[in-house]
């Protein structure tokens, strides 16, 4: 079993908006990873936790806040975003920081 | 500065014939490849790796070649089918280097014609 699940699948949200993104796996991997994925561009890595502790940032903004609450599950808070973030944010997950990484179906983000 | 390159942004392969795509990196310190296949509003879905260590892997239809002097690697597909249509990316990473991120390229659109 090869499963990472991202919810929601599709959300909307204001520039005002608090709204949090959601990952979860139960594969006993112990790095997961945030990216974003712009159409027609590769997706690029925005965060790593590995052993539940953050060991890359990739100089994302600050209304991005992730959170590792347990080995399974990995969350995206976000706040006071900006029309440019609308975009496809992919969770991925490798047995440790050497794996290979196994991505969810991710969750398309629209910022009005 | 791209330092894994798909220079193919789209090919298109009849079905029942070889799919070959292509990728190109210039780090040497990448010593472990990946390719993943995209479909629209998916995740990518890992389809085979590749380290240094080796020139070639194989899993079913689907062979990665990896030429180091050159920098090249390639994902031959063969048969071709028509569920294979889709955006194929490849991926670098240097994880015994300590560096657990995945480079990836542009990707390159594969369209399969029944």
């Known amino acids: 079993d090869t499963e990472v699940t991202q919810t929601p699948k599709h959300l909307v949200m204001g520039m005002t908006n608090k709204k949090s993104l959601k990952c979860e796996q139960h594969m006993g991997h112990r790095a997961m990873y945030w990216y974003k994925q712009k159409a027609k561009k590769p997706p690029e890595l925005m965060f790593v936790y590995s052993y539940e502790k953050l060991s890359i940032n990739e100089s994302v903004p600050s209304r991005f806040s992730p959170e590792c609450p347990n080995s399974s599950l990995l969350n995206l808070h976000l706040h006071a975003l900006q029309p440019e973030d609308s975009a496809l944010y992919l969770c991925?997950?490798?047995?440790?920081?050497?794996?290979?990484?196994?991505f969810g179906p991710g969750t398309r983000l629209t910022v009005l | 500065d791209q330092q894994v390159k798909q220079n193919s942004p789209s090919l298109s392969v009849q079905e029942g014939r070889i799919s070959i795509l292509n990728c190109d990196y210039t780090?040497?310190?990448?010593?472990?490849f990946l390719w993943y296949k995209k479909y629209p509003a998916e995740g990518p879905t890992f389809l085979i790796s590749i380290s240094s260590i080796k020139d070639k892997n194989e899993d079913g239809r689907f062979t990665v070649f990896l030429n180091k002097s050159a920098k090249h690697l390639s994902l031959h597909i063969v048969p071709s089918q028509p569920g294979d249509s889709a955006v194929y990316f490849c991926a670098a990473g240097a994880p015994n280097f300590g560096n657990e991120k995945l480079t990836f390229g542009t990707g390159t659109r594969l369209t399969i014609i029944p």
């Open positions: 991925a997950s490798s047995q440790d920081n050497r794996g290979t990484q196994y």
């Open positions: 780090n040497s310190m990448f010593d472990y």
